[in-house]
């Protein structure tokens, strides 16, 4: 389970905010060919270690730039594990109210949105704030050992522009032993 050059590889995925639409959207990553919770005889199972998770924010797809300086809208996201919501559209989907909350186990990564012109009404020159507040580290990884991750985002002030979410994670796949195995399926049971 070392976070090395050798075994980590990367995965990602997408969602689009879209603006002026409340309540929030997902985007799911399927897992399903790097886990394999089922230990069979002397073969251990098989988890998906995630050491970090890298977010991203951005407005103009077509030529890669910062977030528009005028943009009023918030969110908060979050990478949750075994989620299973499918890709659904900004509107689509309402977070539970512990979603983002460090009692779920579920939660893998999570942070805030804040664009330029949400803090202060008539500020030009705020910097967009994004604020993460859970992330996965080197040492102690999250370990999924369900088939999917879904990218969640929950919409605070309805974005002014269209938003993409982006997460890219590094990743590993490592064998576990059957107690180990037993306690994740036990946490990530939704």
């Known amino acids: 389970m070392a976070y090395n050059i050798k075994d980590v590889f ?7 905010i879209a603006s002026g639409t409340a309540n ?20 251990k199972g098989t988890g998906l270690a995630i050491y970090k998770a890298h977010i991203g924010v951005q407005q103009d ?8 300086d005028a943009e009023a809208g918030t ?15 900004t ?14 186990s579920l939660l893998v990564c999570s942070g805030a949105f804040y664009g330029p012109k949400s803090m202060v009404a008539n500020a030009s020159t705020t910097p967009t704030m994004m604020t993460p507040i859970l992330t996965p580290s080197t040492e102690v990884p999250y370990v999924v050992v369900r088939d999917n991750v879904c990218l969640t985002y929950s919409v605070g002030d309805n974005m002014t522009n269209d938003t993409t979410l982006s997460v890219r994670l590094e990743c590993a796949q490592i064998s576990l032993d059957q107690a180990t195995l037993n306690q994740l399926l036990r946490t990530q049971t939704v």
Do not use: H, K, W
């Open 10 to 16: 990367y995965l990602s995925t997408s969602a689009t």
């Open 61 to 68: 797809s077509d030529n890669s730039e910062p977030i528009d």
């Open 91 to 104: 509107g689509s989907l309402s977070v539970a109210g512990n979603g983002y909350a460090m009692t779920n």
């Open 24 to 43: 929030g959207g997902s985007a799911q990553l399927d897992l399903s060919a790097y886990i394999d919770p089922i230990a069979r005889g002397r073969t």
């Open 75 to 89: 969110f908060s996201y979050g990478l949750l594990a075994g989620a299973g919501f499918g890709d659904l559209a």
